[in-house]
């Protein structure tokens, strides 16, 4: 198996550059363009974070024949915090970055939101399952509460917020996968 070829398609698959991939994973650019030329090997301990950013494990990178799983549970979810920007994020879907979606759970803290993306190809939808949220969408600015849900094509750089002073979540579906 050449891992290099394999790591350099998932993450052209998430639609990462070499740089966006080794500082997700702390690595050097030089390191993620040798391996993905099969020039050197990471350790197995490299190897799962380079994988776990790339949305899959070792089990499904070497088992590519086992059968697709259809129901998720809590020990599915990879959650991930940034205190800065006061927002978490759960991937409720394993390997969804090689979906054509990729499902969210992002809770907002007072004051939180999540960082601003680029404006790209696809779809985002969202469903606010709990407080106030804004849609951040180039200049404009939309609101959103417990119940409703939002859904735009991103051709500006956008992002959401918490509108209130308690906590929101929301259930965010992005084509293709960006998060």
Not at 52 to 74: H, R, S
Not at 124 to 130: K, T
Not at 150 to 164: D, L, Q, T, W
Request: hydrophobic share 30%.
């Amino acid at each position: 198996m050449e891992i290099g070829k394999k790591i350099k398609r998932l993450r052209q698959e998430k639609f990462l550059t070499q740089d966006e991939l080794a500082s997700r994973c702390e690595l050097s650019k030089g390191f993620i363009s040798q391996l993905e030329r099969d020039l050197t090997s990471p350790s197995i301990s490299t190897l799962i974070d380079i994988l776990e950013v790339l949305g899959t494990n070792l089990k499904d990178f070497f088992n590519e024949d086992e059968d697709e799983k259809i129901v998720f549970t809590k020990e599915d979810i990879y959650e991930v915090e940034d205190k800065e920007l006061n927002y978490g994020i759960e991937w409720i879907i394993p390997n969804a970055q090689k979906n054509d979606m990729e499902p969210i759970l992002i809770t907002l803290d007072e004051d939180g939101k999540y960082k601003e993306e680029a404006a790209h190809e696809g779809e985002e939808f969202g469903y606010v399952l709990q407080g106030v949220i804004y849609i951040h969408i180039g200049k404009k600015k939309y609101k959103a509460k417990k119940g409703e849900s939002f859904y735009y094509k991103p051709r500006h750089n956008h992002y959401i917020s918490n509108a209130s002073k308690t906590k929101a979540k929301v259930l965010w579906v992005s084509t293709p996968p960006s998060f």
